[in-house]
């Protein structure tokens, strides 16, 4: 492959997994406004956001078949494209059943985005012969710390939701159409897949298969409750101005971006396993920094400890996958974020129910424990394996 093709392949799939983290994080400083407009408690909130996962779990299985159909760049065009137009529609939904349709519709996109990106980057690594995907999923998060800051800085300047919330539909519709057309067409699909031979077992069901994709559906959950949750914690419970309540996902974000990208030399200092382990007791220190420290500030710090610690913790799991013996790689990898990837779609609603049952903050430190039991299944698990 020429070099001006590689830099075109990989300088769209770089633009594709910026697309996706902002274009999921700049829902997140909008969620206050909308519990706020509906006069919803918790779970009803939690309700509304299920809606998100749903549609998510509805696209998942089709998006792998659609992208060998129609080719990664149609399918990345259509996700941007629901995208966008649902960022605009929820400024401006007053109806509760329409806002529970848009979000249902939202999730679809957000998924046909993330998994597609995945799909093309995946192939991109066998046409060009080297890894590429921790950096591509750290865009992700340099996406994702964008959106969330972007649209909170507008907000807190004095611009409506509804003026915001076109802006960065326009803005976010406009970059993917214009950096992702050189992502793998119908044709490029195909004709990859005609040179690629089938030759291993697949065998997913292994136990250690689905022990880590149970370990990733916690971590995911920990994750999708700094998207949906910061910011209604930091408005309910600290009392912070509605325009600024999206500081707490940035702080996260930007702890999440800067540790992904540098974590292949944490890992390399540190070794997996106490990468692993020192990762998941940060976010066990941060969730409970938020919660027994009542200021504002305290809890900022505890959004970037949790980001700080879950930047690198999914990403050595999935890695420690493919060392499980006598289990196809990709199935195995498949497998595992497919179950972890429900705790982004599922938790935010738990999160709510819990959160009306028990308070948010002891709902925080339910998942700050949950975590806290990942980190020593990961010190057994990997005790007499290699770092």
Not at 111 to 122: F, R
Not at 228 to 238: H, K
Not at 248 to 275: E, N, P, Q
Request: charged residues 10%; hydrophobic residues 55%; positive net charge.
């Amino acid at each position: 492959m020429d070099k001006l093709k590689e830099r075109q392949l990989m300088f769209a799939n770089r633009a594709s997994f910026l697309v996706a983290g902002c274009g999921v994080a700049t829902w997140a400083p909008m969620i206050p406004f909308v519990q706020e407009r509906f006069a919803l408690n918790e779970q009803e909130l939690g309700l509304l956001l299920l809606c998100i996962g749903i549609g998510s779990i509805c696209s998942m299985p089709l998006s792998g078949f659609l992208a060998s159909r129609l080719g990664c760049r149609t399918l990345v065009y259509a996700g941007a494209l629901l995208l966008s137009l649902c960022i605009a529609a929820i400024t401006v939904v007053q109806q509760l059943f329409l806002m529970a349709v848009v979000l249902f519709v939202f999730g679809i996109g957000a998924v046909l985005l993330d998994v597609t990106s995945n799909i093309n980057a995946a192939r991109v690594e066998l046409m060009i012969g080297r890894s590429i995907m921790s950096g591509l999923h750290g865009l992700y998060s340099v996406g994702g710390f964008i959106g969330s800051i972007v649209v909170t800085f507008v907000l807190s300047a004095g611009f409506s939701l509804q003026a915001t919330g076109t802006l960065a539909a326009l803005i976010f519709a406009l970059v993917a159409f214009s950096c992702c057309r050189h992502l793998l067409s119908k044709e490029d699909t195909a004709a990859q897949s005609q040179d690629q031979t089938q030759t291993e077992r697949v065998r997913v069901w292994h136990p250690l298969v689905l022990l880590i994709g149970v370990l990733c559906f916690i971590m995911f959950m920990a994750e999708g409750s700094m998207l949906d949750w910061s910011g209604v914690f930091l408005r309910n419970e600290r009392a912070v101005p509605l325009e600024q309540a999206g500081y707490g996902y940035a702080a996260f974000a930007i702890a999440m971006t800067v540790f992904r990208l540098t974590g292949d030399k944490i890992v390399t200092h540190l070794g997996r396993r106490r990468t692993l382990c020192f990762g998941t007791f940060l976010i066990f220190s941060g969730f409970s920094l938020c919660v027994m420290v009542p200021h504002a500030l305290v809890s900022l710090v505890g959004f970037f400890l949790i980001g700080m610690g879950a930047s690198n913790v999914v990403p050595q799991l999935i890695s420690f996958t493919v060392t499980i013996k006598d289990v196809s790689i990709n199935a195995a990898v498949t497998m595992v974020n497919a179950i972890g990837f429900t705790g982004v779609l599922c938790g935010p609603a738990l999160i709510g129910f819990c959160a009306h049952a028990i308070g948010l903050q002891v709902t925080f430190l339910l998942i700050a424990c949950l975590v806290l039991i990942v980190g020593a299944v990961c010190f057994f698990l990997l005790k007499r394996r290699p770092a």
